[in-house]
């Protein structure tokens, strides 16, 4: 079978770049059961496959709620669990230590190792977000629910959606300038916090329900405002999951379990969404088998045409093309029983989807564990999407939590009614790469460019060149070439360039250079050995004790590399990566 390999790119727009989990109140980090797995660990997509590693100074808590913001260069700018709003200097920004403030946010709260008391975060997916406020260059909406005043019958849930307005003082520092603003007295569902662009490229919009009322907001330049009611032809229930826009920004949909393993226990809802008016097109409800409370999973592909949900054990996908079909579900796959390696008795189970930016779909593990899942080729139909269970090993033991994310990189709707600032969509132009790992020199290149792009010109540095969107493209020999990609529609163009290093002919002079992380160190049994940009021939991993005896060698391709370990014994080892005989990396890692 042919195997294909992200490759790294240089990216704009990178408010979703950073991606945090955490540990939680569960096991925190007075715990001698866990002590290796404490702190955070960070996907960072600035570099493609993402990195993946441990970041001790994060001290917020992560449970199901979980959002953050990074500015357009993929600099970590600020992240909350609706409890409290921490900034790039890892911890709280001035103001935003205690946010959203009842009661109940003292149960939230655990005492750490230095007698500190530390937020654990709401539980609940999508119950906070983070909107820009347009038109300002260092201002953030702070949005979470309140349930402090929910009363205990079903039929008489309410939760409140609060803000908090976040802007640069005068020291260029986040500050909390106005706090727990009361947005909603009545919300009827915990979460669904997730933003579209407005069709005129400026504004957004967000979405809140209470059971058939649609409360359409607006947040423009002058604040956040109630636009209008819509009311549904049905009764949404009380319940938690997650909601989303496409990345079109044309459909909408909700997915959340009020009853486990009941016929009727999930409420599901999809709809067409209106960028200019904010309304629901033809939203459907049905009711689904209930088999998951928090960490229930929705998301699109990124061309819009499939959707997908998770429950703790299953993954489902609904094809989009046409009218929208309930009848067109499709198991993919059921949950594959493993265990987690740091409880055995807790499966690793399937939870809260969020679509990355080198367009596969990541899945959160729905219980505790140090386990992520990933959908490698979410456009692709059936099983031909690639659902790979416990793919990425973190650093750090989290509890079933992903970022919440808006719908970025949309412009204006041109043309539409609602085109009226005079902005422009200007194509940016970004992607990635894979390599056949049966043939080392044919490449797949896959166009991921956004604002509207309607022609596309690849330059692959040997001469060669296409107009197809994802060409495929086979070198005649190895060596370093630089491809671009120029994107093109009526308003103007954009250009962006990678250095491909093919073989080991393009080692000269590179050695010990490439971008090459090995992960989690130390390391229990599993290892991820990523080469983010060499592409080798035959490559070649070889792993020595300190007394220089090779205990273990596998063949290495570019991007990810699963290390398989449990014979070697606790201790240190370096390792050697050769091509052709040419070294091309080396490192150190502990065994434990």
């Known amino acids: 079978m042919i195997v294909f390999i992200i490759a790294p790119t240089l990216l704009a727009q990178k408010e979703d770049h950073i991606w945090i989990s955490n540990f939680t109140s569960v096991d ?8 290796d797995f404490c702190g955070a660990t960070l996907l960072d997509f600035n570099e493609l496959p993402p990195l993946v590693y441990r970041d001790l100074k994060l001290t917020l808590d992560f449970k199901e709620c979980n959002t ?25 920004i001035t103001n935003g230590r205690i946010i959203n403030y009842s009661p109940k946010w003292e149960w939230l709260t655990w005492d750490n190792e230095n007698g500190q008391s530390r937020p654990t975060g709401f539980r609940g997916p999508q119950a906070a977000g983070i909107i820009p406020m347009p038109e300002t260059d260092d201002g953030y909406w702070v949005l979470y629910l309140n349930y402090e005043n929910n009363l205990p019958s079903t039929d008489s849930t309410h939760y409140e959606l609060w803000a908090s307005r976040v802007e640069k003082n005068s020291n260029e520092s986040f500050e909390v300038f106005k706090k727990d603003t009361v947005i909603n007295k009545k919300i009827g569902r915990l979460g669904n916090l997730t933003a579209c662009k407005h069709g005129n490229g400026r504004d957004w919009w967000f979405l809140q329900f209470n059971k058939d ?66 309304d629901l097109i033809d939203p459907e409800y049905h009711q689904l088998l209930g088999n998951g409370w928090l960490n229930n999973g929705l998301e699109f592909s990124p061309d819009g045409n499939l959707l997908y949900l998770a429950n703790l054990d299953k993954l489902y996908q609904f094809e989009l093309d046409d009218d929208f079909n309930i009848d067109s579900m499709e198991l993919i796959q059921f949950q594959n029983g493993d265990s987690c390696q740091i409880i055995d008795e807790i499966p690793i189970y399937l ?61 204006p709707l041109d043309g539409s009614d609602c085109d009226s600032l005079g902005i422009n969509n200007d194509p940016v132009s970004r992607f990635w790469y894979e390599q056949d790992s049966m ?65 080991p002919s393009s080692i000269e002079d590179q050695s010990l250079n490439f971008n090459i992380t090995l992960f989690p160190n130390p390391v229990e049994e599993n290892a991820r050995l990523l080469i983010h ?60």
Not at 68 to 92: F, K, P, T, V
Not at 366 to 389: L, S, V, W
Not at 482 to 491: I, K, R
Request: aromatic residues 14%; glycine residues 10%.
């Open 28 to 35: 925190s980090c007075l715990s001698s059961i866990f002590p």
């Open 68 to 92: 953050s913001i990074c500015d357009e260069n993929g600099e970590l700018l600020m992240y909350c669990n609706a409890q409290s709003i921490h900034g790039d200097h890892r911890d709280w």
């Open 213 to 278: 009322t649609v409360y359409t907001y607006l947040v423009d330049p002058t604040g956040i405002h109630l636009d209008h009611l819509q009311f549904l032809s049905f009764q949404l229930r009380s319940t938690f999951g997650q909601s989303k826009f496409s990345q079109q920004g044309d459909q909408y949909a909700l997915y959340g379990t009020i009853d486990y393993n009941q016929p009727n226990g999930s409420d599901f809802m999809y709809a067409g969404f209106d960028r200019c008016t904010g």
């Open 351 to 411: 939870g809260q989807l969020q679509l990355g930016p080198d367009d596969k779909i990541y899945m959160a593990n729905g219980a505790q564990c140090n386990k992520m899942h990933r959908i490698e080729k979410p456009n692709e139909r059936g099983e031909a999407c690639e659902f790979n269970q416990g793919i990425i090993t973190l650093d750090t033991y989290v509890s079933g939590t992903i970022p919440n994310f808006n719908t970025y990189r949309l412009g």
């Open 439 to 503: 043939d080392h020199r044919n490449i797949q290149f896959w166009d991921v460019s956004y604002f509207r792009p309607e022609s596309w010109a690849w330059d692959f540095g040997d001469g060669n060149g296409s107009e197809d969107r994802f060409p495929q493209h086979e070198y005649d020999s190895n060596g370093s070439y630089e491809v671009c990609l120029t994107v093109s529609n009526e308003n103007s163009s954009n250009t962006s360039c990678q250095i491909l290093q093919l073989g």
């Open 533 to 592: 940009d060499y592409l080798p021939e035959d490559g070649i991993i070889k792993i020595y004790n300190l007394s220089g005896i090779m205990v273990h060698e596998q063949r290495v391709t570019h991007g990810e590399n699963n290390l398989f370990l449990p014979l070697l014994d606790s201790g240190a080892y370096v390792y050697e990566l050769l091509d052709g005989g040419k070294l091309f990396g080396n490192g150190k890692f502990v065994k434990f």
